[in-house]
């Protein structure tokens, strides 16, 4: 008797395979031939779940949204809930924005193909849909942060959006610095960096 292969699982385990060949050797070596050897697979065994490269590299894209959205999204209770005056305010923003960086191997290996894709998305037209989508739901969440931290003047004129980009800048930042230097931009350094930019804000968390 046959066996029955369940197709989430086998995209699933293509997509792993698409992660680890971004993280070890970048985007250019994910291809159909490439991406089919790191999975065990035969390439048509691939092209039956993605009928070509494109539609693999938008999902596995999309996935990695998904995953890096969705710890956001958990950590985000925790920063609205408290009051910016408290301490538990305080680790509950320090906890959401590690989701962002590469502290551990799991977050390492999204943030590298997240930035990867990103990176690829400004010339790869397939792929500027979901970058925009990625960009769209961080900023998002980055703002609701920024917002429990500062507040308005009043008149409109206290730069929330400024504040966001400059906290996104800054994580973009360290990512990039988390993943080329580890051994520097350790995960205690990351934390100094950002409790060093909370206390820049206008309103600080104490």
């Given amino acids: 008797m046959p066996k029955i292969v369940d197709a989430e699982a086998r995209r699933t385990d293509i997509v792993a395979a698409v992660f680890r060949i971004i993280a070890v050797d970048g985007l250019e070596r994910a291809s159909l031939r490439e991406v089919a050897d790191e999975a065990g697979l035969a390439v048509g065994s691939v092209r039956h779940y993605f009928a070509g490269s494109e539609e693999m590299l938008s999902h596995s894209f999309a996935v990695v949204v998904d995953r890096i959205t969705a710890r ?6 925790a920063v609205t ?6 301490g538990q305010h305080r680790e509950a923003v320090l906890t959401l924005l590690g ?11 999204d943030i590298c193909v997240w930035m990867a894709f990103r990176n690829a998305a400004r010339i790869r037209p397939f792929l500027a849909p979901i970058g925009d989508r990625s960009h769209r739901e961080v900023a998002a969440v980055i703002g609701q942060v920024v917002s429990s931290l500062v507040t308005d003047d009043g008149d409109g004129h206290h730069p929330l ?10 994580i973009d930042g360290l990512c ?4 080329l230097q580890p051994e520097w931009m350790t995960a205690a350094m990351c ?3 950002l409790e ?5 804000l206008a309103v600080p968390v104490a």
């Fill in 81 to 86: 809930e408290n009051t910016s005056a408290s």
């Fill in 176 to 179: 990039m610095h988390a993943l």
């Fill in 72 to 77: 956001l999204q958990a950590a985000l209770p």
């Fill in 196 to 200: 060093r930019h909370l206390t820049s």
């Fill in 191 to 193: 934390r100094d960096v």
């Fill in 99 to 109: 989701e962002l960086l590469p502290l551990d191997e799991e977050r390492a290996v």
């Fill in 161 to 170: 959006v400024v504040e966001a980009e400059r906290l996104l800048a800054t």
